[in-house]
């Protein structure tokens, strides 16, 4: 299941982290439309994606909240945990910037 792990502003921007399951899916149309979706709470109504999302894993037992980035780990890391670690999801960061008109 796909969710909204956080948002934060970082250079006039608007930065949605959406987390889930698998890599596919953090980056598929469902996660870019949630994070699309999640700029009219954080007054970016005329907001645009700006970059395509990577993907990044993150254990779940080490995650801090309000610190999107932590927990994340290692690409060697994720292989060698990758199925004795229950705990292990992904995410992906989605940058939104403001139009002007």
Do not use: C, W
Not at 54 to 61: E, Q, T
Not at 94 to 101: E, F
């Amino acid at each position: 299941m796909i969710k909204v792990a956080g948002v934060k502003i970082a250079d006039g921007n608007l930065i949605v982290v959406v987390e889930g399951e698998t890599s596919a899916e953090v980056i598929s149309p469902e996660a870019r439309r949630l994070a699309y979706d999640e700029r009219i709470k954080h007054g970016f109504e005329n907001g645009a994606l700006d970059t395509s999302a990577r993907p990044f894993a993150v254990d779940r037992s080490k995650l801090v909240d309000g610190d999107l980035e932590a927990g994340a780990i290692s690409l060697p890391d994720q292989m060698k945990s990758a199925s004795a670690n229950k705990s292990l999801a992904f995410r992906a960061e989605y940058k939104l910037s403001r139009l002007t008109i």
